[in-house]
């Protein structure tokens, strides 16, 4: 009868000791390894992994060309994170066990992976919105001047702005100048002027999957030989590319100007 009492505690404190590891329970084992399957099957046919720049744009071709099996990745990715980041034994063991079912021949998939997960990391506190570097800048805007005035007048504006953006890192950046031509349709006057801006960050709009939006200030002027107008306003900038905003702006002949519109990012 001890024998038999000493096997059961033997076995419960072994099984109890064993459980701690996934890749020691054939059901955890094999979860684990059906999520490393999936990423291996979405990434093994993308080739070696390259400069942060250039994964960076085949990861958001891939995002914008297959946004299911993209949201199916990233699910992959806040799942393998909380596995790491849980203090507890047997999540921790997750993780490792979802390595484990990567094999040599995987190599490239796991490079990707490892990739996505920094930048997904990054994302949830970076705006992906003011990543370093060069940018064109188009937008379009309507609205009117004077309101309420004998002088009231219909207001159209266009621009195209060369943009730099400022970080200390990939991404995440605050500052932003920009300079190139705009064109103002005010008062029956068609006017091509010359456009200094600057955009500072304002908040981001943050998912579980990563920053998808921010709001910025902007404040800018345009002058040509005859004409002045400049002011500041408020935008709204999503996933990189596209936006909308809204301007309150001062012009001459003691005129004021609001207007709404939508721009277009280009990455160059």
Known sequence: MKKVLFFLLFTSLYTSITAQNCCDDPNCKAATSASAGKVIALLKSW??????????????????????????????????KNWTNDTTTIPKSKGACFLDAFHEEDEFALDWFTFIVRKNTQSATRSVEFCKGWDLHLDIGQGGSDWFRSSESYLFSGRLL???????????????????????Y???????????????????????YGSIANLKLIGQANVNDKYFIGGAGIALEVARQFGLHLMAEYGSKNSYLIQTGIFYRIKL
């Open 162 to 184: 060369l943009s730099y953006t400022f970080a200390r890192q990939d991404c995440g950046g605050r500052i932003r100048l920009l300079i190139g031509p705009s064109f103002y």
């Open 186 to 208: 005010w008062h029956q006057n068609a006017l091509l002027m010359a456009n200094p801006r600057i955009e500072y960050r304002l908040k981001d709009i943050a998912t579980p």
């Open 47 to 80: 080739g070696k992994t390259g400069s942060d720049s250039t994964n960076n744009a085949k990861l958001d071709t891939f995002r914008r060309n297959n946004p299911i099996k993209y949201k199916e990745l990233i699910d992959i990715v806040t799942q393998y």
